[in-house]
């Protein structure tokens, strides 16, 4: 064999190998590129929380960037679990928005002044019970008195030390079931200084609006024939 017919023989010999490998430049790419954000997002998407009690209430709230499907507990605050779903029912969550929103901690919604509505004229005695404050728990803002709750609601983002110190101090009354996609992203919503929360640093700087709000089954489809028809 001479030494031009070996040459190109291993050339092709390479050539055929580096073709059954099936990999390319485009491949070698892909397989830097980290794929941990699209597959935590896919996972969250897909994320469940088992429901608590069959015979617990189920209410959706269908925002601008997705829905928050939630169990309200009413097994243990059924104060808080009943005041949340009339007022859901009336409508009094529809067009409101999340005005709070501290990364790594919670957002908060259901203030009905912040978009001109008329706050309720009742507040609820706490309802505290030994479940944990975590990722996707749904409990009752107030103010230092603890029988002071009404509409106001947050939305934990995770479990930590600050949603831990929320253990029997405010009451825990529901879980998201479906949408801890849309949760985390409300969760890195830009914000800036609150004159609201005297310069905390949680003003949405960009809206987050919960368009509609409606008792639903567990996957979130509305058990109302007219909210179905209008969804």
């Not at 405010?170 to 949408?179: E, P, S, V, W």
Request: glycine content about 6%.
């Amino acid at each position: 064999m001479t030494r031009k017919t070996f040459v190109l023989t291993l050339f092709l010999a390479i050539a055929l190998c580096l073709g059954y490998s099936g990999i390319t430049a485009d491949d070698q790419d892909k397989k830097a590129e980290d794929p941990k954000k699209s597959e935590i997002t896919d996972k969250e998407a897909k994320l469940e929380h088992p429901i608590r009690h069959k015979d617990n209430p189920i209410v959706t709230l269908e925002t601008n960037l997705g829905n928050l499907t939630l169990e309200l507990y009413r097994d243990v605050a059924p104060a808080h679990a009943d005041s949340f779903l009339a007022r859901t029912e009336d409508g009094f969550y529809d067009s409101t928005i999340i005005h709070r929103i501290v990364k790594g901690f919670m957002a908060q919604g259901g203030n009905a002044a912040v978009v001109g509505k008329r706050p309720v004229s009742y507040t609820l005695n706490a309802e505290f019970n030994d479940l944990p404050h975590k990722e996707g728990t749904l409990s009752a803002a107030r103010t230092r008195d603890p029988n002071s709750a009404s509409t106001q609601f947050f939305i934990c983002f995770g479990r930590n030390r600050s949603t831990a110190s929320l253990d029997r101090q405010y009451t825990n009354y529901g879980q998201l079931l479906m949408g801890y996609d849309v949760l985390h992203k409300i969760e890195e919503i830009p914000v800036g200084p609150s004159r609201m929360m005297g310069g905390e640093v949680s003003q949405p700087l960009e809206e987050v609006r919960i368009l509609k709000a409606y008792a639903s089954d567990a996957q979130g489809n509305p058990l109302n024939k007219a909210e179905s028809e209008d969804s």
